[in-house]
């Protein structure tokens, strides 16, 4: 094997991506190596794979730059000397291809991409043909379910001594969607285990993790958590922050940019994170409707079947569960505001009865999976201990166990001093209120990085306002935040409004 010994330039910028490292063309050509070829660069023992990029006077002959993902992780220093020699393609890279044709790939070949993928031994573009094969020629159950195995094996699982472990999952897309705040303290309050891992945001306002965020930290060590939920039977915890399922991280990275959500890697996504926390019993929460991820009755059906199909090959007991999704969940949206909502509903307030009828529904279901309530009676249950306030006092345990104030009240949190409230401009009857623009305008706004942006929205679908009654209030951190909150909403208007029915005088 040829090798050849550069003088490394440090550059103190991440690509973000696939490891490149800078080649001057007079070295390449003398290396017999071209752009997006692979090298490996070696420093006093410590190894990586990199792609190559050529220039003609950003590094020198003679020299190699070196973006700070390689340099840190190898240890090195500007001016060192490190060895360099090509490298070979991956032979996941001929599996792709063999997806991109149409044929259906083993679980030996899909285990080899995932394994190619974590050591970032691919490059962006082919990890994304991968994604794009998958949306294109889709996976079966043999195919999803090895995948699902996969991104399992990619990272760490939590040993929780019980026999049964419960989880709920929504596939996602309604802004104000947070019952998993309110579902985890009711079914841990009836004795039921469930370590809750959520995800952060992504392209909506506030995921799981953001809102719980507010109230307590959600980045918590596997060890820690195992002994959360010896004590409490319960967590709400980033997944993200324990290294479960980690594959799944950089496929959603590679979906997000053309929003490519593959049914095979959809379900393999969701399920490896039920099967790393050890989940017996599961429910899936599938809104259905207008807006979103989801349009219609029938392609729900046609999903919940897979979910099932795919938890029985893995040794779950999973339930589905088809929700109202063409319009937000309650009144609020964003990660402080849904957290001032959530202790508010523990504590016995009454303030989005929507909100608490599905947390109630979803809960129940559990309940009744577990044997706690006859059949048909699980949501009463569930209903009855949000009630009784035992539901309050659990989740302030789970908040003082994750390192937050148990006495936190929902005036506490913060809510962002910049404020606007939009009123309407007829009246009229409100047909429509759109998900996405509704999850646009708030993240304009700044959340979820910033947890004090959000919105509380005033009307409701069916509902007859009149011309100047209030439709939201956007709050931010700074004005200038606001004024692009505005520009969305100017944009894309949220409210779709029939023909006016109240005269106007």
């Keep these: 094997m040829i090798q050849w010994k550069l003088k490394a330039k440090t550059i103190d910028l991440s690509t973000g991506g696939a490891k490149v490292a800078v080649v001057n063309k007079e070295d390449a050509q003398d290396m017999d190596i071209h752009g997006m070829d692979r090298i490996r660069i070696a420093v006093d023992g410590k190894e990586l794979t990199a792609v190559v990029d050529l220039t003609d006077s950003f590094v020198e002959p003679g020299t190699i730059g070196l973006f700070s993902d390689i340099y840190k992780p190898l240890g090195a220093k500007d001016g060192d000397q490190v060895v360099v020699y090509p490298v070979e393609k991956p032979v996941s890279v001929s599996y792709i291809r063999k997806k991109m044709d149409g044929e259906k790939l083993s679980a030996n070949e899909i285990d080899q991409i995932i394994k190619d993928l974590m050591d970032e031994k691919l490059t962006d573009v082919e990890a994304s043909a991968f994604v794009a094969a998958a949306y294109m020629r889709g996976f079966d159950m043999d195919e999803t379910t090895a995948l699902t195995n996969s991104i399992v094996n990619s990272g760490e699982t939590l040993n929780i001594p019980s026999k049964r472990i419960f989880d709920k999952h929504c596939i996602g897309g309604v802004p104000g969607n947070r019952t998993t705040m309110l579902l985890v303290p009711i079914v841990a309050s009836a004795g039921l285990v469930i370590p809750k891992t959520s995800s952060r945001a992504i392209t909506s306002p506030a995921g799981t993790a953001d809102t719980m965020e507010v109230l307590a930290p959600v980045e918590i060590e596997k060890e820690e958590i195992e002994?959360?939920?010896?004590?409490?039977?319960?967590?709400?915890?980033?997944?993200?922050?324990?290294?479960?399922?980690?594959?799944?991280?950089?496929?959603?990275?590679?979906?997000?940019?053309?929003?490519?959500?593959?049914?095979?890697?959809?379900?393999?996504s969701i399920m490896a994170k039920k099967k790393a926390v050890g989940a017996t019993d599961v429910?899936?929460?599938?809104?259905?409707?207008?807006?979103?991820?989801?349009?219609?009755?029938?392609?729900?059906?046609?999903?919940?079947?897979?979910?099932?199909?795919?938890?029985?090959?893995?040794?779950?007991?999973?339930?589905?569960?088809?929700?109202?999704?063409?319009?937000?969940?309650?009144?609020?949206?964003?990660?402080?505001?849904?957290?001032?909502?959530?202790?508010?509903?523990?504590?016995?307030?009454?303030?989005?009865?929507?909100?608490?009828?599905?947390?109630?529904?979803?809960?129940?279901?559990?309940?009744?999976?577990?044997?706690?309530?006859?059949?048909?009676?699980?949501?009463?249950?569930?209903?009855?201990?949000?009630?009784?306030?035992?539901?309050?006092?659990?989740?302030?345990?789970?908040?003082?166990?994750?390192?937050?104030?148990?006495?936190?009240?929902?005036?506490?949190?913060?809510?962002?001093?910049?404020?606007?409230?939009?009123?309407?401009?007829?009246?009229?009857?409100?047909?429509?209120?759109?998900?996405?623009?509704?999850?646009?305008?708030?993240?304009?706004?700044?959340?979820?990085?910033?947890?004090?942006?959000?919105?509380?929205?005033?009307?409701?679908?069916?509902?007859?306002?009149?011309?100047?009654?209030?439709?939201?209030?956007?709050?931010?951190?700074?004005?200038?935040?606001?004024?692009?909150?505005?520009?969305?909403?100017?944009?894309?208007?949220?409210?779709?409004?029939?023909?006016?029915?109240?005269?106007?005088?």
């Design 227 to 268: 002994k959360i939920v010896e004590k409490t039977g319960a967590c709400i915890v980033w997944g993200g922050a324990v290294n479960l399922a980690s594959a799944d991280d950089k496929l959603i990275k590679l979906r997000h940019p053309l929003s490519l959500d593959p049914r095979g890697m959809l379900l393999a």
């Design 283 to 505: 429910i899936i929460d599938i809104p259905i409707g207008e807006g979103a991820k989801i349009p219609n009755r029938e392609e729900g059906l046609d999903l919940a079947e897979d979910f099932k199909k795919i938890g029985t090959r893995l040794g779950m007991n999973v339930k589905t569960i088809l929700t109202n999704g063409d319009h937000p969940i309650g009144k609020v949206v964003g990660p402080s505001i849904e957290a001032m909502e959530t202790l508010r509903i523990l504590s016995g307030e009454k303030t989005s009865i929507e909100l608490i009828e599905k947390s109630c529904d979803l809960a129940g279901v559990l309940l009744e999976m577990a044997g706690k309530a006859d059949p048909g009676h699980g949501k009463e249950l569930a209903c009855s201990i949000l009630n009784s306030g035992k539901a309050y006092e659990k989740m302030k345990e789970i908040i003082e166990m994750q390192g937050g104030n148990p006495n936190v009240k929902p005036d506490d949190l913060p809510l962002g001093q910049a404020t606007i409230t939009v009123t309407a401009e007829s009246s009229g009857k409100i047909e429509h209120i759109d998900n996405k623009v509704i999850s646009s305008i708030v993240r304009a706004a700044g959340a979820p990085k910033d947890k004090e942006a959000g919105m509380y929205i005033y009307v409701e679908e069916g509902e007859n306002i009149k011309r100047g009654d209030k439709l939201f209030t956007v709050y931010a951190k700074t004005e200038r935040k606001i004024d692009q909150a505005l520009d969305v909403y100017k944009n894309n208007n949220p409210f779709r409004f029939s023909k006016v029915i109240i005269e106007e005088l």
